[in-house]
């Protein structure tokens, strides 16, 4: 690779900018600002505001799989005004971060098939600016599902739950009932990646909390000492879109079954019998039975609930092996379910608990929280080796049971004062659990061919995400979390990797709302 650097001379005091270009991309390092070039697009940092860092005092509160973050006391943050000994090296530059005449961080840039920016901040949290065009538009984040276009907003990108039904608050502001009801970007598919009309990309490399901040100049806020930042500049949005996703890599091409209807059958081996039959009967498309009850179910004071078991209930499916070779000789794939809680209720409560395969207080207990039963119940930890060689253990059952693959659910809920095996800080890789767990889902079933579907995901789940399902709608026409809802979603999961997504036809979710009619449909 061609490389050159250029020394400019300056009036003044300022020192000379250092020009290095590499790969016909250049970047311009001036005492305030980098400025990259690539053909006709220019990417630079905010003049005014190159950087940011402060100290992560916060109070993070948590029920159901929300999250309240309340800032004690509000951000106070150190502006970074000037950039020092700027050097540069065989495939970029080095530089040294200044907050007046205090040091206060490190910096490089790298040029390579694309442009990285990498600073660490002596803080706990750290910003960088950039400059905006006043025309252009910005898309992307993942799964949001009140606009496609992020222009003017700010965006929380946080693994949780939905909500039922979500507030359009430009601040995502903690109303009502907070941990049901769902904010303006509250997903389970968040991601720290950006497509801009001027043909470049962005995404900002890191499994911490992050908030795009682009009512302004854009900032890139990070949870942690460092950012990472990826630049894709080809000067053309296609392009700046193949390359970013080509950088993060792409899932492997589902099974075609994926791409006709799926029909949810359960209350046991005969129903689920006779669903079947009535669909082939009737010359219904279907290629796939998804039985999620597989496991137990019985009706509750709410409605009919599903138990937390990891393994087949006999009673509901006394004959699961034959019942999933009649659906295999009708031409349907037979899916079951499956998520990581360790729920009191469980049958394999005892056995992942006694040998620590849950995650951990401080005090060295079983984390223990409220769980989708509403009673006790804990995670499985996947920084646990021996706990994710358990697990697969557990559900390869299923597989040898006739099931060609599951719904793998969940993932939102990992608390963020949780003890992990690794050692690491629950809350800096919160995220990164829906990644541990959908590389664990991929290693189940990629090579048999099997079919899974996933609800969470962050950065990094590309490669390992059969199937992205969008969610539980409301069954009715409302923006934001009704039926209309998964165009956006679904937009935005496109853009940012994931291309095999679904819903629920019709919507799911009928709390506060009206059932699922005909117009629907």
Not at 6 to 34: D, E, F, K, R
Not at 273 to 284: E, H, K, M, P, S
Request: with cysteine.
């Amino acid at each position: 690779m061609k490389r050159a650097i250029l020394l400019v001379a300056a009036c003044g005091s300022s020192p000379p900018p250092v020009v290095v270009s590499a790969g016909g991309i250049t970047a311009t390092i001036t005492a305030n600002q980098i400025t990259i070039t690539s053909g006709s697009v220019t990417w630079q940092t905010d003049p005014k505001q190159f950087a940011q860092i402060a100290a992560n005092d916060v109070m993070i509160s948590t029920q159901v799989g929300s999250f309240k973050f309340s800032e004690m006391p509000p951000d106070k943050w150190r502006t970074i005004d000037k950039l020092g000994h700027v050097t540069a090296t065989a495939d970029g530059a080095t530089f040294d971060l200044y907050s007046g005449d205090s040091k206060v961080g490190s910096g490089t840039v790298t040029l390579g098939e694309h442009v990285r920016i990498q600073l660490h901040g002596e803080g706990e949290r750290i910003a960088m600016g950039q400059a905006l065009d006043d025309t252009e538009h910005l898309v992307g984040c993942g799964g949001m599902s009140f606009s496609v276009d992020h222009r003017g907003e700010k965006v929380p990108l946080w693994v949780q739950e939905d909500g039922i039904g979500k507030d359009d608050l430009a601040d995502d502001d903690y109303s009502g009932v907070w941990f049901l009801s769902g904010r303006r970007h509250s997903t389970h598919t968040p991601m720290p990646m950006l497509l801009s009309s001027r043909g470049y990309a962005v995404v900002v490399d890191t499994n911490a909390r992050a908030v795009f901040d682009l009512t302004g100049p854009a900032r890139y806020e990070v949870w942690q000492p460092d950012i990472d930042v990826e630049l894709f500049v080809p000067g053309e949005p296609r392009a700046a879109l193949g390359q970013m996703i080509a950088w993060v890599g792409k899932p492997d091409p589902p099974s075609p079954v994926v791409f006709a209807p799926w029909v949810d059958a359960i209350f046991g081996s005969a129903n689920v019998r006779a669903v079947a039959q009535a669909l082939r009967d009737n010359g219904i498309a279907s290629s796939v039975i998804w039985t999620e009850d597989w496991r137990g179910g019985a009706d509750s004071a709410t409605g009919y609930a599903l138990k937390e078991n990891w393994r087949v209930d006999r009673t509901l499916y006394p004959d699961i092996e034959q019942l999933a070779s009649d659906l295999h000789a009708q031409g349907f794939q037979f899916l079951v379910y499956f998520n990581t809680f360790i729920d009191a209720t469980a049958d394999i409560h005892d056995e992942a608990v006694n040998a620590g395969y849950a995650i951990h207080d401080s005090t060295g207990a079983t984390y223990s929280f409220t769980g989708v039963t509403f009673g006790p119940s804990t995670s499985l930890d996947l920084t646990n080796a021996a706990a994710v060689t358990w697990a697969k253990g557990v559900m390869s059952e299923a597989l040898a049971e006739g099931a060609d693959g599951w719904m793998a659910d969940f993932g939102e809920w990992q608390p963020t004062d949780a003890v992990l095996a690794s050692g690491e800080d629950a809350l800096a890789v919160h995220n990164r659990y829906t990644v541990d767990w959908a590389r664990m889902n991929h290693d189940l079933l990629a090579s048999r061919g099997g079919t899974y579907f996933m609800r969470s995901a962050w950065l990094h789940s590309q490669p390992f995400a059969n199937v992205i399902w969008l969610g539980d709608q409301q069954t009715d026409f409302s923006t934001g979390d009704g039926f209309p809802s998964t165009i956006p979603i679904a937009i935005g999961l496109g853009l940012t990797g994931f291309p095999y997504v679904g819903s629920d036809i019709a919507g799911y979710m009928s709390q506060g709302t009206t059932p699922t009619d005909e117009e629907q449909f």
